[in-house]
């Protein structure tokens, strides 16, 4: 039997029945290097399987019908009688062949594509990222030149810039990831290849699948844009700042008197709203019959201190993570805690010595602020430019007892506000005036200088039992946040004291301690069972 092949330089030859065990077959090798690709043409003997059907018989045809090699009897009078059939080199170099060129496509086209978009998304997220470090130095030079009274508004646009910057890198950071995964099992693929080629065993040539088609569809890109944005100067008239939705304009009229007027405008698309339906997230079983004060940290953990001793640092599932001592032999349980910026836990605490305010650093603790002998630390708070606000009851030696709010930068004190009313807790809204919330009486919301700006009393409520203020917080929106644990609910206010709505259910029960974290979720601790609820209530969040 002879044949000629049309598609080789050389012709097959045919074993002899009895004894022929390998066929000539003429083969391309590829060998890629860094700058260039060689093609060498070479003869080599392949090897034959033997046939199941005919012992000592090898198989040198290929059935198309069945799609599996043959012996020569097989197709003359065998099983495969009939079918078409073709000598198998012609078969296993037409598959080896179709497997060379997709190897060559792969690395010479499909994969340099996709390097290509490597190095585009990451040229994108490298202008995403200068753009940002623009808009920041713009920000402080403008930060230079407005009163110190406007600089929440800088913090709150240079937060919303870096929560709109991680938004938008999220999606190409998992691009990215795909592209790379793709480029790694591609490079895999063309090395198995190159190994089965190199190894020319037919068995595994012919069981080999194909991912042409899916490495040749590139995976859509993803189109990244910041937010403008705006900046508007007009000497000593108008002064102007924006990101995104968000705009604030310092106003500046000189008449007889010199005054100025600030305003900020948020629209409503895509920023935070309040739900009409809160949603309960997470409830945190802990050892304290009652939950006193929370320090959230992120996103997912948080201090908690209650009716004992040790604070605990937890997360959202209610694993704790640490457990700090919070006091020494003479000493009480802590009065408050909240955290640095840094991360790092501040708490008050007492003695027969007087009152302090610790901090722990990497397990120890150790004494940030000594009070004077009858001098007892309370309510804390952590400032954005660093200070620390402390609630101080000062036991004078005329029987009368003082309270007071001091402001330490470092162990100085730099301002002090004196009032004859007991603060408990005390936070710093997006204002940077002082809240104060008063045990059984009115929340009242002073300026820097100590000034009342407001009160209010829990009446626009309309709540069943008094109005019983606990722990206070702002929220991004600049809303203030008061729990009330005798109506079982939570004040929600907007900056300049008006009831905006009361948030209940969510298993609230005897709210108490409240944080919140870096999504903007409220966390609360109860005063009668000790669990901390973790509450969904801003849309967008």
């Known amino acids: 039997m002879k044949t000629t092949q049309q598609d080789f330089s050389e012709q097959v030859r045919w074993p002899d029945l009895k004894t022929g065990h390998r066929m000539s077959s003429p083969v391309t090798s590829v060998s890629s290097q860094a700058n260039s690709s060689v093609t060498v043409a070479r003869k080599i003997q392949m090897a034959l399987p033997e046939c199941r059907e005919h012992p000592g018989q090898r198989c040198e045809a290929h059935c198309n019908n069945c799609n599996q090699s043959a012996c020569i009897k097989c197709i003359l009078s065998g099983l495969h009688k009939g079918h078409a059939a073709e000598e198998l080199s012609k078969t296993h170099e037409r598959k080896v062949q179709k497997r060379i060129k997709e190897t060559q496509l792969i690395t010479t086209k499909i994969i340099p594509n996709y390097q290509k978009k490597d190095v585009e998304i990451e040229t994108t997220m490298s202008e995403a990222k200068l753009e940002c470090d623009h808009f920041g130095k713009e920000n402080v030079r403008l930060k230079q030149m407005w009163h110190q009274e406007v600089d929440n508004i800088f913090d709150r646009v240079d937060t919303l810039s870096k929560s709109l910057l991680d938004k938008n890198l999220g999606p190409l950071r998992k691009y990215q990831e795909k592209i790379r995964n793709l480029i790694f099992e591609m490079t895999e693929t063309v090395k198995q290849n190159e190994q089965i080629l190199k190894a020319n065993k037919v068995t595994q040539v012919n069981i080999l699948s194909s991912n042409l088609k899916k490495y040749q569809e590139v995976p859509e890109k993803i189109m990244f844009k910041m937010p403008p944005h705006i900046s508007n100067l007009i000497p000593g008239n108008e002064y102007g700042i924006g990101i995104g939705n968000f705009k604030a304009t310092l106003l500046l009229k000189s008449n007889t008197t010199s005054t100025s007027v600030l305003s900020s405008s948020t629209t409503s698309q895509g920023l935070a709203q309040l739900l009409d339906d809160p949603r309960l997230i997470a409830t945190i079983h802990t050892d304290y019959p009652s939950v006193k004060s929370i320090a959230c940290l992120g996103i997912r953990e948080a201090w908690i201190s209650g009716s004992k001793d040790r604070i605990r640092f937890v997360d959202i599932n209610g694993s704790v993570k640490n457990t700090i001592s919070s006091n020494f ?56 430019s660093g200070d620390i606000l402390v609630h101080i009851i000062d036991d004078c030696f005329d029987g009368n007892t003082l309270h007071k709010i001091s402001r330490y930068r470092g162990q100085k004190i730099v301002q002090e506000i004196e009032t004859d009313e007991q603060r408990k807790h005390i936070f710093e809204p997006n204002t940077m005036e002082t809240f104060v919330s008063l045990i059984l009486k009115p929340v009242v919301v002073l300026d820097r200088t100590g000034q009342v700006r407001f009160r209010y009393d829990g009446t626009p409520a309309r709540s069943k039992q008094r109005f019983n203020p606990g722990c206070i917080v702002t929220d991004c929106l600049g809303q203030i946040i008061v729990t009330d644990s005798k109506n079982e609910c939570l004040h929600i206010l907007d900056q300049n004291g008006q009831f905006l709505k009361c948030l209940v259910g969510c298993s609230l029960e005897k709210p108490f301690g409240l944080s919140v974290d870096g999504l903007g979720r409220l966390w609360v601790g109860s005063s009668s069972s000790g669990k901390v609820r973790v509450i969904e209530y801003l849309n967008g969040s």
């Not at 008050?348 to 007892?376: C, D, P, W, Y």
């Open 329 to 384: 032999p003479g000493e009480c349980m802590p009065g408050d805690i909240t955290v640095t910026k840094m991360g790092n836990l501040l708490f008050s605490n007492n003695s027969h010595e007087g009152g302090t305010v610790k901090i722990a650093k990497n397990e120890l603790v150790e004494i940030r602020i000594q009070l004077s002998s009858k001098m007892f630390s309370g309510g804390l708070c952590y400032t954005r």
